[in-house]
């Protein structure tokens, strides 16, 4: 599977942006996909996280509320709609696939797309 995310850009505070993630690939709905993000002089932290077939989801802690994670299986994408954006969600932000149940440990990673909320 190779993944491409998009999207990113700058907004200010307290505006929105959707970030897209293609897929190639017959197998996308065999893949738990997720959003992660990696601040400067941050860990790579999980964002989002959604299941095989789009009914389960989840999210970390500080995005709770404001963030959207989806999937269209039909055009093997993932997307993460982000509201409210704040300066600390300032980051490069990056899809990844995962066969297994979590996404723990993903078999495949996009190549990161910038997000910068301007204060």
């Known amino acids: 599977v190779q993944l491409q995310a998009s999207g990113g850009g700058l907004v200010q505070a307290g505006g929105s942006l959707r970030l897209s993630c293609a897929a190639s690939?017959?197998?996308?709905?065999?893949?738990?996909m997720g959003w992660f993000r990696q601040a400067p002089g941050k860990e790579r932290e999980i964002v989002a996280g959604i299941g095989r077939t789009g009914s389960s989801t989840y999210y970390g802690d500080s995005v709770k509320g404001r963030f959207t994670i989806s999937r269209d299986n039909a055009k093997n994408a993932v997307y993460l709609q982000m509201n409210s954006l704040k300066s600390e969600d300032t980051a490069v932000y990056f899809c990844?696939?995962?066969?297994?149940?979590?996404?723990?440990?993903?078999?495949?990673w996009g190549q990161g797309t910038q997000v910068t909320v301007s204060s």
């Open positions: 990844a696939a995962d066969l297994d149940d979590g996404l723990g440990s993903p078999d495949y």
């Open positions: 690939g017959r197998t996308f709905r065999r893949y738990v």
